[in-house]
């Protein structure tokens, strides 16, 4: 395959990490603009861990996702009682106190003969594993679906259970949720705590695909452009953000027609979008009428 | 030789933080009246000042052909961002202005940079004179005019909103908009002249903004939603004092901060500051301990 659609491909694929991490927040009813501040931990976490500490990139991956799924639960202890701007104020907030955080981080060592490591506003490059361990380009393409799809797979199967409902009735009224007797703080902690994981997990991979991050890897663009996704693909499947991503990414960023004026486009798309289709191309009531029109087919075919 | 740095970053701090003020005002105005946030606010005012630089550039306009085309530039492009943003959805969706907004910021931003492509582009400063000596204290006049800019508009919002039948009018649509529409009151057109309202105080912040650093980039439009945002929300949303006491505040502790601790950690002060409010002081400085808290916004306006 053509070097460049891998690369367009991986990118996709990794960009969807994050966009599903905000649509996971989204479902609860909260807006983060900060989603980026875990794919940032994510990415720095598992590059130090293969390249400073030697670990295998399974662990590291692993141990990326953790460490941000952590730092969500921390967040979540001072931020999830509050809504709406608030909410995306103070997630923008720590996103961007993160980032500044990156800037000032140096860890540098020692490894092989060469120093190595985190340097600050330099970002951290040489980030190696894949190209140390012979791992192709296509190859590293193919661990980034296998991880999407089982991160999509998880989702089907929450969203199928009464934990994607809680989740769902949560975001759809917290106040009647509450009367119900629904736990509306644990629900949005284990949205915060499972979007963090997914954030992180893509920012392990983007750091090892790419070999190198820097704090302008994740600023508030990757964030918001992140909630967009979910927004304009739709809040009725997991499945929303990820045509968002491929609209932007796909169709608008990698096909040189729209050289220079991307943004120009994707901006109207988004805006005229979000007049006619409010939750997204592929919202609740498009999902619902699918599975009806693929349930009478089955009706008829057996 | 402490006392005199603390005093000098003080001031420092006041003057940027007078900047800041007339961004949160604009940001408290629209959020007022929308009960929406505007993302597109700082782009709007960067686009203003982007048409004015154009015009001094090519023909060498005046300072204040300048400031004219700054102020209509950003009112026009606001009225864009009302018409797509804020006009389409009811009160209820204001999660998909808030990103329509943000759509458009990146629409406006590289628009701006088709029309002036290089980086770094030459603003028609205000007063070229030196700075001014108070003791051991230097005082630049620029600095001065946009503080007592501030004050006066600050002033003019306050008469507008408190005295006139217009102010009388986006008090009513900010308190109850479904009555307000059954005593008569066109709220869609109020809503319409409150955003392009904001957007020229905007564009007048822009203009003294741009005018102090002789300079602008295309940056302007992020660093003027941010910090109005973070100004609006440390002053606790919604009232024109808040504004003002949050920008100053913000610009105070930024100067201490660059000069203690440097320009990094400058923006991590400021951004720790806003979580740290919003995390456990949600009214914010000026806020009331209300639990309804929008409800309270209206009616501090």
Redesign the interface.
Known sequence: MDTYVITVLSNIGMISFVALSAYILLLSGQ?SFGQQAYFGIGAYTAGIATVMWQWPIAGALVLGALAASVAAGLVGL??LR?S???F???TL??A??MR??A??FVYRREIGGVETGPDGIDGFRDIRYFFANDISPFQSCLIVYALLAAVLAALFIVERTRGGRLLRQVGEDPLLAEVQGIDVMRVRMAAALSAGAVAGLGGGLYAHLMTYVEPRSFD?MLG?HA??YG?IGGLGTALGPLLGVLIDIGLLESTRIFR?????V???????L??VR?RGLLDEVAISRIRQALRRRRHAGG | MAAVDLAQNTLDGLMIGSSYALLAIGFTLIFGVMRR?NLAYGPTIMAGVYLGTAAFISFGAPSLVVLAIVIIGASLVGLYVER??FR??GEA????S???S??????????AM?MLPQHMNPFPPLLAASPLEIGPLMLRADHLIMLAATLLLAGAVTYLLARTKLGLAIRAVIDQPRAAAIVGIHVERIMMLTFVLASAIGGFAGFLIAATDAQVTAMMG?WAT?KG??AM?LGGLGSVKGAIAGGLLLGVLEAHAQWFLGP??R??VA??L??VI???W?GGLMGAKALDRTMAVGRRV
């Open positions: 807006i001072a931020t509050l709406g701007i608030y995306a104020m103070a907030a720590f961007e106190i500044i955080a800037e000032l508030i918001v909630l967009a927004l220079g004026y991307r943004m120009i994707f901006g109207g798309l988004v805006a005229v979000l007049i409010p | 946030l797509l943003c389409p959805f969706a204001r999660t998909a808030m990103v329509a943000f759509a458009l910021w990146m629409q406006i931003e590289e628009a088709h992020m941010t945002l973070v929300m990094q950690v923006d991590m951004w720790g806003l979580f919003l995390a456990f949600p």
